[in-house]
């Protein structure tokens, strides 16, 4: 019989053989998992700060599991975000992923989520349409050198570097003009320091009108998200152009993000950035 219930650090072992299966491409890229302290960590610390955890256990053993949480929109209200489903592709008949996925929606409900994100690769599609999650819109992969962002000077807005942080400020646990869960993630791995980065805070009269996250990939390539208040987006060129700008600092060749394809033009409103569109699919179910 399958059991649905918290996820708990001593589940990691059982959870290094789902990931082996479930996430073989990984492997493809020479970063597979290969023991369990690797599971434990993507369990802890400021990246899993907030996140909600649901394992599924059949006859004593974890195959399964969940990741989710809440995340504040001033526009559509409070966002659920699942995060990751794994599930052990020998119990995929027993329909544990959609245990999984109602179990985390009637946490996320309770919370009063009024809709859940979630982003698969083309080949699960199928899965989350059976659990009437659909597509909805696109995301865009983009990119340009440092180079090529204008220097947008301004002594309206004022930038604040964040030091020495354990937790996720309050401030990076929304989403506006940025997707879902993104700027938290890049957020939490600098926090965490998976990567090398700054967290900046924007401000206009002392009122908080944008906040951004910039982490150095390797020695060409640095990522970023940032995002706007409601009152912060008649300035979403300088916070953008000053948070993806930070990766001038470590003369990197590249500074990328992902983004609803939606909001494209707040970007190529002041720079010329490629884009394409990502492979992945942004899929939605309203609770």
Avoid at 143 to 169: D, E, G, H, R, W
Avoid at 232 to 246: C, E, F, M, R
Wanted: include cysteine; proline fraction near 3%.
């Amino acid at each position: 019989m399958v059991t649905i219930r918290q996820g708990k650090m001593k589940d990691c072992a059982d959870l290094l053989e789902v990931y082996q299966g479930t996430r073989w491409f990984y492997r493809i890229r020479e970063e597979g998992y290969t023991t369990v302290e690797q599971i434990k960590s993507e369990h802890k610390g400021a990246s899993f700060e907030r996140w909600g955890w649901l394992v599924a256990e059949d006859n004593g053993k974890v195959v399964g599991e969940i990741v989710f949480r809440a995340e504040k929109n001033p526009i559509s209200g409070r966002v659920g975000i699942i995060r990751n489903l794994d599930v052990d592709v020998r119990n995929q008949k027993l329909k544990i992923g959609t245990m999984l996925t109602r179990a985390a929606e009637d946490v996320l409900r309770n919370k009063k989520v009024v809709r859940v994100v979630a982003t698969t690769p083309p080949a699960a599609y199928n899965y989350w349409m059976k659990v009437k999650y659909f597509a909805r819109g696109h995301i865009t992969d983009i990119s340009i050198s440092p180079a090529k962002i204008p220097q947008i000077k301004t002594s309206k807005v004022k930038m604040v570097q964040q030091k020495k942080l354990t937790k996720l400020p309050p401030s990076m646990r929304f989403s506006h003009i940025a997707y879902p869960g993104s700027l938290a993630d890049l957020a939490a791995k600098v926090i965490d320091g998976f990567l090398e980065g700054k967290l900046l805070e924007f401000y206009t009269a002392n009122r908080l009108v944008g906040v951004g996250a910039v982490g150095l990939v390797d020695a060409k390539t640095a990522m970023f998200v940032a995002d706007v208040t409601k009152i912060g987006l008649s300035n979403s060129d300088i916070i953008l152009s000053k948070t993806a700008g930070y990766a001038s600092r470590w003369s990197v060749k590249k500074v990328k993000s992902t983004i609803p394809n939606d909001q494209l033009g707040v970007f190529t409103s002041f720079a010329k950035w490629s884009s394409t569109l990502s492979t992945d699919i942004p899929v939605t179910r309203l609770l």
